[in-house]
């Protein structure tokens, strides 16, 4: 089976830069999901990875680290808009791609 | 490019009812994926189909949930009776061939059972 753990709820203050982790163990694993879900919204991606390093999109980076089962989302110059939770995905061979409980990320002003 | 639209967008029942959701998945999406999400939980996936097979339905209740997709194109996902516990949002979802890609998720369906 697989395994994700994601920090329940951050808070960060706007204008700052806050880091999401997602912890994975699984068999087969092929890449990792980030996607954003504002409440009451569908989820929506972000970024796949599939190597090991950053990858950055504008304000958005994610970084993965096979080796370790670990990856992360960086947020920088944070916005009252990117309060939403952020769930992360694995993705592995023969499998579907398996979700894990999601960061709720709050932004204060 | 219309998204993936699901109706209703919010149902209320008793305990013991039965419900049932509808998707249209983006036009050219062979494969659609619905999934439970519990409040403050990740999406659980359902079942998924591939074009109207079913290629992996391990997780599904399926004592009390069915989904078809006929034609290959829309879908509907049912629970009869449905219980407390399937208070959730049913999603839907979408993809293209090519993991990459990622699925696009509808807006859902928020159940509430009561």
């Known amino acids: 089976g697989q395994n994700i753990d994601q920090p329940t709820e951050m808070t960060a203050t706007e204008g700052a830069i806050v880091q999401i982790n997602c912890t994975y163990q699984?068999?087969?694993?092929?890449?990792l999901f980030w996607y954003q879900q504002h409440a009451g919204e569908a989820p929506t991606f972000l970024s796949y990875?599939?190597?090991?390093g950053l990858e950055e999109k504008g304000r958005f980076s994610s970084f993965l680290s096979r080796s370790k089962g670990y990856s992360y989302l960086l947020l920088k110059e944070l916005q009252m808009k990117d309060s939403a939770s952020y769930l992360c995905?694995?993705?592995?061979?023969?499998?579907?791609?398996?979700f894990g409980p999601g960061t709720r990320l709050s932004v204060l002003p | 490019e219309a998204g993936v639209a699901q109706s209703p967008r919010y149902k209320i029942i008793e305990k013991r009812q039965s419900v049932a959701f509808w998707c249209n998945p983006i036009s050219g999406h062979a494969t659609l994926y619905w999934y439970q999400q519990i409040l403050g939980q990740g999406p659980k996936l359902l079942i998924q189909f591939q074009n109207n097979g079913v290629v992996d339905d391990s997780q599904l209740p399926k004592d009390r949930f069915s989904a078809e997709r006929l034609k290959g194109v829309d879908s509907t996902l049912k629970i009869q009776p449905a219980k407390l516990e399937d208070s959730a949002v049913y999603l839907c979802a979408s993809s293209l061939e090519g993991r990459a890609y990622g699925y696009t998720f509808g807006s859902g369906t928020r159940l509430t059972v009561v």
């Open positions: 699984t068999s087969g694993f092929n890449g």
């Open positions: 995905a694995v993705d592995s061979y023969g499998q579907n791609f398996v």
């Open positions: 990875n599939v190597l090991d």
